[in-house]
């Protein structure tokens, strides 16, 4: 898959935590993708465990780790659409969180492609995406596809 890349690589910042490295440990590595609204700038923590202290009030955070399963790897990426929301509310941050997936997706290859680089197999385990809420019609797990679809090529 070809895509136009949004990600600016210059407003991504990059903090590891809990004795993670750009290289490892592959299991139990977890992210963490925050933003900040006024400068667009995008914060990824690589830990092994979430950043849960960068969680804001309106859960707008994604949240993603892999998965080691029987029949392959997989990663696996949770999105809070609603809960205490309203139901317009929820179908907002549906359409926002769909909509800005794929930068999202970009940022965690882009910025942890330390980890890819040394196990290329990364790129072709399976996204799995929990759209979360109490709501039925977007409480959903979708497949979106490899972080192949998602590998920015930039010159550096």
């Given at each position: 898959?070809?895509?136009?890349?949004?990600?600016?690589?210059?407003?991504?910042?990059?903090?590891?935590?809990?004795?993670?490295?750009?290289?490892?440990?592959?299991?139990?590595?977890?992210h963490?993708?925050?933003?900040?609204?006024?400068?667009?700038?995008?914060?990824?923590?690589?830990?092994?465990?979430?950043?849960?202290d960068?969680?804001?009030?309106?859960?707008?955070?994604?949240?993603?780790?892999?998965?080691?399963?029987?029949?392959g790897?997989?990663?696996?990426?949770?999105?809070?659409?609603?809960?205490?929301?309203?139901?317009?509310?929820?179908?907002?941050?549906?359409?926002?969180?769909?909509?800005?997936?794929?930068?999202?997706?970009?940022?965690?290859?882009?910025?942890?492609r330390?980890?890819?680089?040394?196990?290329?197999?990364?790129?072709?385990?399976?996204?799995?995406?929990?759209?979360?809420?109490?709501?039925?019609?977007?409480?959903?797990?979708?497949?979106?596809?490899?972080?192949?679809?998602?590998?920015?090529?930039?010159?550096?």
């Amino acid at each position: 898959m070809v895509s136009l890349s949004r990600l600016d690589p210059e407003q991504l910042y990059v903090e590891y935590r809990d004795g993670v490295t750009p290289y490892e440990p592959l299991l139990n590595r977890r992210h963490t993708l925050t933003h900040s609204d006024e400068t667009g700038e995008l914060f990824l923590t690589v830990g092994l465990s979430y950043a849960y202290d960068l969680f804001n009030e309106m859960r707008d955070e994604v949240i993603g780790e892999w998965i080691d399963q029987a029949d392959g790897c997989f990663y696996h990426v949770y999105l809070y659409v609603g809960g205490p929301f309203s139901e317009e509310v929820a179908s907002i941050r549906n359409d926002i969180f769909r909509r800005e997936l794929p930068l999202a997706l970009e940022a965690i290859r882009y910025g942890d492609r330390g980890i890819f680089n040394l196990h290329p197999s990364l790129d072709s385990c399976q996204i799995i995406t929990h759209f979360m809420s109490v709501y039925p019609q977007f409480n959903k797990i979708e497949n979106w596809g490899t972080f192949d679809d998602y590998n920015i090529l930039l010159s550096q």
